[in-house]
Structure formats: structure tokens, C-alpha cells
């Protein structure tokens, strides 16, 4: 069965840093856009970052530029999202997606989210 698995979400203070990983198993990860995402309560759903299957450019919204940093490991079926200076604001609910490129909108795989709260 293929699934995407996040992991890593958790409570931090404000200026704190998490990783987060997203685990695939029954596909490889290798020929796939990876997106994470994040939905706060009450809000909707934002993109932050999402890294291609073929050149590994990665692109990231406005809110996590300069603070968030997207990796891949392709030997390991895994992705990474390395945040760092976390703000309350980046409180959300943290899902992975795989697609065939980034600017793609159907997405094949989804995760089932790991939660991130930033609180002192």
C-alpha cells in the first residue's frame, strides 16, 4: 500500500527549530514533485515549500522564505522540512504530497499530517 508517513511535528518555543520528515513506502519518491503544506485552525490550506523531481529546485512561500529549508533524500524515499526561527504563526497542522511537478494541482499521494505548535 503506498502512503506518505510525516513525522517530527511537535510543542516549541517562538525562535525554536523542528525537522520534519515525510516517509514513503509502496512508491519511490525519486520521480515525484514533493509539496509540504500546512492548515492552521480556522484557515485554509497554504503551500510552503515544495522541491522537483528531476533538478531539485525548490521554491517556498513568502511567509517561510529565509527560515524554512526543503531537502530530499531519495536513497532513504524521504523528504525534510528543516524549520528554523519559528514564529506562533507557523502553528499548523504539517502534511507532505507528492505530484508530478510542482506547479501540478492533482496530487497523488497525501500524508496524514503531524502537528506543529509554537508556543511559549
Known amino acids: 500500500q503506498a502512503q506518505l508517513v510525516e513525522s517530527g511535528g511537535g510543542l516549541v518555543q517562538p525562535g525554536g527549530s523542528l525537522r520534519l520528515s515525510c516517509a514513503a513506502s509502496?512508491?519511490?519518491?525519486?520521480?515525484?514533485?514533493m509539496s509540504w503544506f500546512r492548515q492552521a485552525p480556522g484557515k485554509g490550506r497554504e503551500r510552503v515549500s515544495c522541491?522537483?523531481?528531476?533538478?531539485?529546485?525548490?521554491s517556498y512561500a513568502d511567509s517561510v522564505k529565509g527560515r524554512f529549508t526543503m531537502s530530499r533524500d531519495n536513497a532513504k524515499n524521504t523528504v525534510y522540512l528543516q524549520m528554523n526561527s519559528l514564529k506562533p504563526e507557523d502553528t499548523a497542522v504539517y502534511y507532505c504530497?507528492?505530484?508530478?511537478?510542482?506547479?501540478?494541482?492533482?496530487?497523488?499521494?497525501w500524508g496524514q499530517g503531524t502537528q506543529v505548535t509554537v508556543s511559549s
Open positions: 522541491i522537483s523531481s528531476n533538478d531539485g529546485r525548490r
Open positions: 504530497a507528492a505530484a508530478t511537478y510542482c506547479w501540478f494541482t492533482n496530487y497523488d499521494y
Open positions: 509502496g512508491f519511490t519518491l525519486d520521480f515525484y514533485a
